[in-house]
């Protein structure tokens, strides 16, 4: 009976130990005596005791490395620091527990250099304005160079570029007098336009005025011609009127006549008729009186011849 108990003893002491179970998103590098076996992924499984052990317990899960601001200089021989941020994740666990002593070290060492490589054939306004194209070509360069390490480098961003103290002063002078440059030919466009502006709004001013004045003057033009077709019109009519009703030349002498007393009638007026228009009056003055045509006034009536006495009836 205390044989049995020391039997389940031991096996319960030697069995449970080596039952492991691997949490989601990592994996376990397995060793039979000293030599790689297999990768346990996530689940329970049992180790084979003495023989079997875990060399190295490795997560899968995306990593972030942030290194230190480092000393860089560009091709015009600027020196600036620069630190970098490298996301990655290991995709083969048994390449990264074999490929390299400390893999996290190699590719912090490994950025460094590649950063230094790659800004040495830039210029200090090209490392400024060209944080894109570092970033990818690092990208591609270290992704490449740790596969055999198994990692997969999925993104490189530069965090910080700080140039000198000096090469700050330039640059902020710079950027100051940029500034005040395009402030200078803004102000200047401003006024050239209010001034194209002005000049647009006066010469269309100028041209309504134009355009309104001319109106104005056709239509006076048209409302004299108006009067004087409808005054033609008027004495035209008249004149038919006085036709149709058989005046003669007498009467058509009195209505100059009578024109000439309208015309006459104002102050300091003065008339002058000419010496036919009083010989062709006198002459119609003779020729009604000749004729008695013209004379409106009636004959006195005939008396009546008196009656004589009829003797013969008295």
């Known amino acids: 009976m205390v044989v049995a108990i020391v039997l389940i003893a031991l096996v319960v002491l030697i069995i449970f130990p080596n039952i492991r179970i691997v949490p989601q998103a990592k994996e376990f590098v397995i060793e039979f005596l000293g030599k790689y076996k297999t990768t346990w992924s996530a689940g329970i499984h049992f180790k084979i005791p003495f023989l079997e052990r875990i060399a190295k317990q490795i997560t899968l899960k995306e990593q972030v490395m942030d290194s230190p601001p480092q000393p860089v200089i560009t091709k015009d021989n600027v020196t600036m620091q620069i630190d970098t941020v490298v996301y990655f994740r290991i995709y083969d666990a048994k390449l990264y527990a074999y490929g390299a002593v400390s893999p996290i070290a190699a590719l912090e060492n490994l950025t460094a250099t590649t950063l230094r490589n790659i800004v040495g054939e830039l210029e200090l306004d090209g490392t400024l304005t060209s944080r894109d194209t570092i970033n990818e070509k690092m990208t591609a360069i270290l992704d490449e160079a740790t ?3 198994g990692i997969k480098v999925s993104r490189v961003e530069l965090k910080n570029i700080i140039p000198p103290t000096e090469i700050q002063n330039a ?12 402030e200078t030919l803004l102000q200047a466009e401003g006024h050239k336009a209010a001034a194209i502006t002005r000049a647009e709004g006066d010469k269309q001013a100028m041209i309504l005025a134009a355009e309104g004045e001319r109106d104005a003057r056709i239509a ?8 004087i077709y409808l005054s033609k019109k008027a004495e035209v009519d008249g004149l038919r009127a006085l036709k149709e009703a058989g005046a003669d030349f007498a009467v058509l002498e009195l209505k100059k006549y009578e024109a000439l007393v309208r015309l006459a009638d104002g102050k300091a007026s003065k008339i002058i008729i000419p010496t036919d228009a009083v010989n062709a009056t006198k002459a119609n003055v003779l020729f009604s009186e000749t004729t008695g045509l013209g004379d409106v006034t009636e004959p006195a009536p005939t008396p009546p011849p008196a009656v004589k006495n009829d003797p013969c009836c008295d």
């Open 147 to 149: 596969d055999q390490w």
């Open 171 to 182: 640059m902020e002078k710079q950027m100051k007098a940029e500034r005040d440059r395009r």
């Open 220 to 227: 006076r033009a048209e409302g004299e011609a108006r009067a």
